[in-house]
């Protein structure tokens, strides 16, 4: 039941991407959806490094502490996490093994890419069901981490994020990026 | 059936399918063949937001990749040179030295040839130095900081080790705790640099007749020139083995004290580059937590079926001693780092760590091992890692790379099995700072 909703909402945003693809173009696309990602890791980013700091200072002057920074900041690891996870699909960054890879020509490769693509985005689509079980379950006898917010809220982006990836993953299948992974890592 | 399904995943894997779905995929078919929910997977994985050390790897990473944008690598290479230049060959030192530390910050070895070596390729040439020669000292050089604090690849192997032990008793002083393994790294990794540099001191007397001799008197332009950076060091070693830090806080104050001082202080990365900066950052991140937790899950799916139980009962067929055991765990690991990159090598972990215990290593010992083993493993020729990263960074044929690496690459071999034999090396200091006396066997 699950995977069948899902399978629809992803097919949405497929053509959703489609329709911008053609609209925008390629590259003023590529810029927003980067501008995006930035704004987003520097806030989570300024979030944890600020919380932690503050929690550091408190510690070490004033022996005291705010109960709910660290198992807040354990959680944007969590967010942060999958928002990398996103981004390394979407640039072919992911940690693999290229040694086969590296020798085939474009013509081999491409199909190849292609294919695993897929198989990704069907593993990602299975581990969001399980992440939709599990949610279930943290629903009805999860504990509030910190602040009262319900464990399930922030353990949802296991859920959002698994169908992300599927998504992007079959991003992927249908417009493989032509981005070496090696001479991405040469750029860095 | 099982048959199948493995090689259909072996068969991904080597077409470049992302490791972490790999993992995930053969946990959750294992588990489903037992009929346990493909939940249990994601139980794992929602660990990420329990463990506080995971704080650290997005924390460091972060300031690694602002050292990396910044004049941090030219202000290192002109502190190290005017401290040892009056060494004939010191150059080779310099580059060695420089890359320990820039590789101990930022963890991915990729990172420090592609940062340090277009600055020390063209000097070390310039200075007499043979292109072969030079081009196999920076590839050696792109992981040797791995032993050093705080690298990432040693908090990983902490973290991945105790969820592997917990539930084992440990004898006392031995648990992987990332404190101990940060001392247990010093020695073996300075010995590292110690060994390299008697070879490098033979070629430089050959190559480079005459010392530096601006060396100590560009000193104190150069120590004033990196005033900011220097502490750095002292801070993050001294607030934890001071007690005033964790682990988890001195890679929060590393993160701050680098983002205040390259882009308050030295202002070499502008406001505008920040946001690209954390992007890169964090796809590595992203990237080394999903497939950490992915290998956690497959795991406990290996332990649940008592995997590891039946390798050992296998290898204590065929391995009589410690001393061919931890003969053939060399061999094996350096297999796998010639295949993998760091983060992907912590899945043997789990499978080695029974075996380890059984034969009576101290797993702060294997840690040790364990890297240094990785750290050459990405030199061995055909696969290993950094082979082709310098073959791409400086133009050269990948065959080149691997003739010019082969000396360091038996040099390290033989230091390695001195790492290896002699664990009293490794656990001196730890075991200096914890106040026991008598080194176990």
Same mark, same amino acid.
């Given at each position: 039941?699950?995977?069948?909703?899902?399978?629809?909402?992803?097919?949405?945003?497929?053509?959703?991407?489609?329709?911008?693809?053609?609209? #925008?173009?390629?590259?003023?696309?590529?810029?927003?959806?980067?501008?995006?990602?930035?704004?987003?890791?520097?806030?989570?980013?300024?979030?944890?490094?600020?919380?932690?700091?503050?929690?550091?200072?408190?510690?070490?002057?004033?022996?005291?502490? #705010?109960?709910?920074?660290?198992?807040?900041?354990?959680?944007?690891?969590?967010?942060?996490?999958?928002?990398?996870?996103?981004?390394?699909?979407?640039?072919?960054?992911?940690?693999?093994?290229?040694?086969?890879?590296?020798?085939?020509?474009?013509?081999?490769?491409?199909?190849?890419?292609?294919?695993?693509?897929?198989?990704?985005?069907?593993?990602?689509?299975?581990?969001?069901?399980?992440?939709?079980?599990?949610?279930?379950?943290?629903?009805?006898?999860?504990?509030?981490?910190?602040?009262?917010?319900?464990?399930?809220?922030?353990?949802?982006?296991? &859920?959002?994020?698994?169908?992300?990836?599927?998504?992007?993953?079959?991003?992927?299948?249908?417009?493989?990026?032509?981005?070496?992974?090696?001479?991405?890592?040469?750029?860095? | 059936?099982?048959?199948?399904?493995?090689?259909?995943?072996?068969?991904?894997?080597?077409?470049?399918?992302?490791?972490?779905?790999?993992?995930?995929?053969?946990?959750?078919?294992?588990?489903?063949?037992?009929?346990?929910?493909?939940?249990?997977?994601?139980?794992?994985?929602?660990?990420?937001?329990?463990?506080?050390?995971?704080?650290?790897?997005?924390?460091?990473?972060?300031?690694?990749?602002?050292?990396?944008?910044?004049?941090?690598?030219?202000?290192?290479?002109?502190?190290?040179?005017?401290?040892?230049?009056?060494?004939?060959?010191?150059?080779?030192?310099?580059?060695?030295?420089?890359?320990?530390?820039?590789?101990?910050?930022?963890?991915?070895?990729?990172?420090?040839?592609?940062?340090?070596?277009?600055?020390?390729?063209?000097? $070390?040439?310039?200075?007499?130095?043979?292109?072969?020669?030079?081009?196999?000292?920076?590839?050696?050089?792109?992981?040797?900081?791995?032993?050093?604090?705080?690298?990432?690849?040693?908090?990983?192997?902490?973290?991945?080790?105790?969820?592997?032990?917990?539930?084992?008793?440990?004898?006392?002083?031995?648990?992987?705790?990332?404190?101990?393994?940060?001392?247990?790294?010093?020695?073996?990794?300075?010995?590292?640099?110690?060994?390299?540099?008697?070879?490098?001191?033979?070629?430089?007397?050959?190559?480079?007749?005459?010392?530096?001799?601006?060396?100590?008197?560009?000193?104190?332009?150069?120590?004033?020139?990196?005033?900011?950076?220097?502490?750095?060091?002292?801070?993050? $070693?001294?607030?934890?083995?001071?007690?005033?830090?964790?682990?988890?806080?001195?890679?929060?104050?590393?993160?701050?004290?680098?983002?205040?001082?390259?882009?308050?202080?030295?202002?070499?990365?502008?406001?505008?580059?920040?946001?690209?900066?954390?992007?890169?950052?964090?796809? &590595? #991140?992203?990237?080394?937590?999903?497939?950490?937790?992915?290998? $956690?899950?497959?795991?406990?799916? &290996?332990?649940?079926?008592?995997?590891?139980?039946?390798?050992?009962?296998?290898?204590?067929?065929?391995?009589?001693?410690?001393?061919?055991?931890?003969?053939?765990?060399?061999?094996?690991?350096?297999?796998?780092?010639?295949?993998?990159?760091?983060?992907?090598?912590?899945?043997?972990?789990? &499978?080695?760590?029974?075996?380890?215990?059984?034969?009576?290593?101290?797993?702060?010992?294997?840690?040790?091992?364990?890297?240094?083993?990785?750290?050459?493993?990405?030199?061995?020729?055909?696969?290993?890692?950094?082979?082709?990263?310098?073959?791409?960074?400086?133009?050269?044929?990948?065959?080149?790379?691997?003739?010019?690496?082969?000396?360091?690459?038996?040099?390290?071999?033989?230091?390695?099995?001195?790492?290896?034999?002699?664990?009293?090396?490794?656990?001196?200091?730890?075991? $200096?700072?914890?106040?026991?006396?008598?080194?176990?066997?």
């Amino acid at each position: 039941m699950f995977l069948v909703v899902l399978g629809g909402i992803v097919a949405l945003g497929l053509a959703a991407h489609a329709l911008l693809l053609r609209r #925008v173009g390629a590259e003023r696309f590529g810029r927003w959806t980067s501008q995006i990602e930035g704004i987003l890791f520097c806030v989570f980013l300024a979030a944890m490094l600020g919380l932690s700091g503050l929690q550091i200072v408190l510690r070490n002057f004033f022996h005291g502490g #705010v109960l709910w920074i660290d198992p807040l900041v354990r959680s944007l690891v969590l967010w942060v996490a999958f928002l990398g996870a996103l981004v390394a699909t979407s640039h072919a960054r992911h940690l693999h093994i290229d040694v086969v890879r590296r020798l085939m020509s474009p013509r081999v490769g491409i199909p190849v890419d292609r294919i695993v693509s897929a198989a990704s985005a069907v593993c990602c689509a299975l581990l969001a069901n399980g992440a939709f079980i599990y949610l279930r379950d943290e629903y009805r006898h999860g504990v509030s981490p910190f602040l009262r917010v319900p464990s399930w809220a922030v353990q949802s982006i296991l &859920l959002w994020g698994f169908a992300l990836l599927c998504y992007r993953f079959l991003v992927q299948a249908i417009w493989p990026s032509r981005v070496h992974p090696v001479s991405v890592a040469m750029d860095a | 059936m099982s048959l199948l399904i493995a090689i259909v995943l072996v068969v991904l894997a080597l077409f470049s399918t992302p490791l972490f779905i790999i993992l995930a995929a053969a946990a959750m078919i294992a588990f489903a063949r037992e009929g346990i929910s493909s939940s249990a997977v994601i139980t794992q994985m929602s660990q990420l937001s329990a463990q506080p050390i995971l704080i650290a790897i997005p924390m460091f990473t972060f300031a690694g990749y602002l050292f990396a944008e910044s004049g941090t690598p030219q202000r290192l290479v002109r502190l190290t040179r005017s401290l040892v230049g009056w060494i004939p060959g010191s150059l080779a030192l310099v580059a060695m030295i420089a890359c320990a530390i820039f590789t101990a910050f930022t963890g991915g070895s990729g990172v420090t040839i592609v940062a340090m070596g277009g600055l020390l390729m063209p000097a $070390l040439v310039s200075e007499g130095f043979k292109k072969q020669y030079s081009l196999g000292l920076l590839t050696t050089s792109g992981s040797l900081g791995f032993l050093f604090p705080p690298s990432l690849p040693l908090i990983l192997y902490s973290y991945v080790a105790s969820q592997a032990a917990s539930g084992l008793t440990l004898p006392e002083g031995t648990a992987p705790e990332i404190n101990r393994l940060f001392l247990a790294g010093l020695l073996p990794g300075i010995f590292l640099i110690v060994v390299l540099s008697v070879f490098a001191f033979r070629q430089g007397t050959r190559a480079q007749r005459l010392p530096i001799r601006e060396g100590l008197r560009d000193l104190w332009p150069a120590v004033k020139a990196a005033a900011w950076e220097i502490p750095l060091p002292f801070i993050i $070693l001294g607030g934890i083995y001071g007690g005033k830090l964790t682990v988890t806080e001195a890679a929060t104050v590393t993160a701050i004290y680098a983002l205040v001082v390259e882009v308050f202080i030295y202002r070499d990365i502008s406001w505008k580059k920040l946001p690209a900066i954390a992007v890169e950052a964090m796809t &590595l #991140v992203g990237a080394i937590l999903l497939i950490l937790e992915a290998a $956690l899950g497959f795991m406990n799916f &290996l332990v649940d079926a008592q995997i590891p139980m039946l390798i050992l009962d296998w290898v204590r067929g065929i391995i009589t001693s410690k001393f061919t055991f931890l003969l053939a765990l060399n061999a094996l690991l350096l297999v796998v780092g010639s295949l993998m990159e760091i983060f992907s090598a912590m899945i043997v972990v789990p &499978l080695i760590i029974p075996i380890a215990l059984e034969y009576h290593v101290n797993l702060v010992h294997l840690g040790i091992i364990f890297l240094t083993n990785l750290e050459i493993g990405f030199l061995t020729p055909p696969f290993g890692l950094n082979l082709f990263i310098s073959s791409f960074r400086f133009k050269r044929p990948v065959t080149e790379v691997y003739r010019s690496t082969l000396p360091f690459l038996l040099i390290l071999i033989i230091a390695l099995l001195v790492i290896t034999y002699w664990p009293a090396m490794s656990l001196w200091l730890p075991h $200096l700072h914890e106040g026991v006396s008598a080194v176990p066997p």
